[in-house]
């Protein structure tokens, strides 16, 4: 159905606006309620925007501030159920979470009755996985990618090992480490790392690229990774905390993390084809089981790979 065409006048500047497809029962009920002001219809429905649009221009400071944090809260919480393991998260199972005797305050977090202050918007953002700034302010990214980090500092030691597994800032050990390699010629390295009781993540490019897109220094750097990953599995094996590696293409990394509108987790489980490389890798006797096909992994990775075990 094409309703009237709405005209407002700004100056000597006239606008038109056609409103398709309007329910019929809205439009019957605009209709009454232009009667019962004695307007006409165009004049009434002008009535009504007019008084939309003034309404957000005089809205409060603090009624501004709740709105977004509401509508921040509202979008996040559907995003992390995607991805959730185990019943959903509700307001009421977050006020539990958050020490609260009682739902009554998150369940009007999140229909606009009242704002959490910065304590429970700090907690809200570790239960839930997203940025603090972001959940408090809107600032950054809800899931934002750390900066790059360089992994073997200390050429490949134990104690680059015992950086990867280095508990986060509130002192929660780390549950998994998950190693991403892009499947571009540059052959990325990205590391997800998990921690106990908590959504919170540290995702981050690496300083590695493991492909021939590599200079002398980029091969060092590849032999230093290779000692990580024999000392890292020596540790996994007695350990209590678990390590995955994965193939990921470009597309899939843009299409499911989405520059961090989208958790870790979600980009995980849709996006990355699990792999074993990070554990035969560095393992001559697992590299020979492999390489009858003319490569170990993928397509082209037999001649680094040897490269890297003759050094």
């Known amino acids: 159905m094409i309703h009237k065409i709405k005209r407002v006048t700004y100056g000597r500047l006239m606008k038109k606006l056609l409103i398709r497809l309007i329910p019929e029962n809205i439009y019957q009920a605009l209709e009454t309620a232009a009667n019962e002001a004695e307007r006409s219809l165009e004049g009434h429905a002008r009535y009504i925007l007019t008084q939309s649009v003034e309404s957000k221009k005089n809205i409060s400071g603090g009624d501004r501030y709740q709105h977004e944090i509401t509508e921040r809260l509202n979008n996040i919480l559907p995003t992390v159920n995607k991805f959730r393991r185990g019943s959903p998260l509700t307001p009421a199972k977050l006020a539990e979470l958050l020490g609260h005797q009682n739902a009554l305050s998150a369940e009007n977090w999140f ?24 959940l408090k302010f809107g600032e950054r990214v809800p899931f934002p990618m750390n900066s790059q980090s360089r992994i073997n500092w200390k ?28 499947t571009n010629s540059a052959g990325n390295i990205l590391i997800l790392r998990e921690f106990k009781d908590t959504l919170s993540t540290d ?3 690496t300083n590695l690229h493991l492909s021939e897109e590599i200079g002398n220094g980029g091969f060092n750097d ?33 299409l499911y993390y989405r520059e961090g509108h989208c958790h870790p987790h979600y980009l995980i489980e849709h996006g990355c084809q699990e792999s074993v490389w990070w554990e035969d890798i560095w393992h001559s006797e697992m590299l020979e089981r492999r390489g009858k096909k003319g490569y170990y992994f993928w397509e082209g990775d037999k001649a680094l790979i040897e490269r890297l075990h003759n050094y």
Not at 125 to 133: D, K, N, Y
Not at 244 to 251: C, F, H, V
Request: with cysteine.
């Open 155 to 182: 050429g490949g030691s134990t104690e680059d090992v015992d950086a990867l597994l280095a508990p986060d800032a509130k002192g929660n050990p780390v549950t998994f480490i998950r190693i991403i390699r892009l």
């Open 111 to 134: 229909t606009g009755n009242e704002v959490p202050g910065f304590i429970d918007l700090n907690n809200l953002s570790e239960l839930l996985g997203c940025c603090a700034e972001w």
């Open 222 to 254: 590849l032999a230093d990774f290779l000692v990580i990953l024999q000392e890292l599995y020596s540790r996994y094996i007695k350990g209590n905390f678990f390590v995955k590696s994965y193939d990921l293409s470009e597309n899939d990394l843009s």
């Open 203 to 205: 995702f981050f490019y």
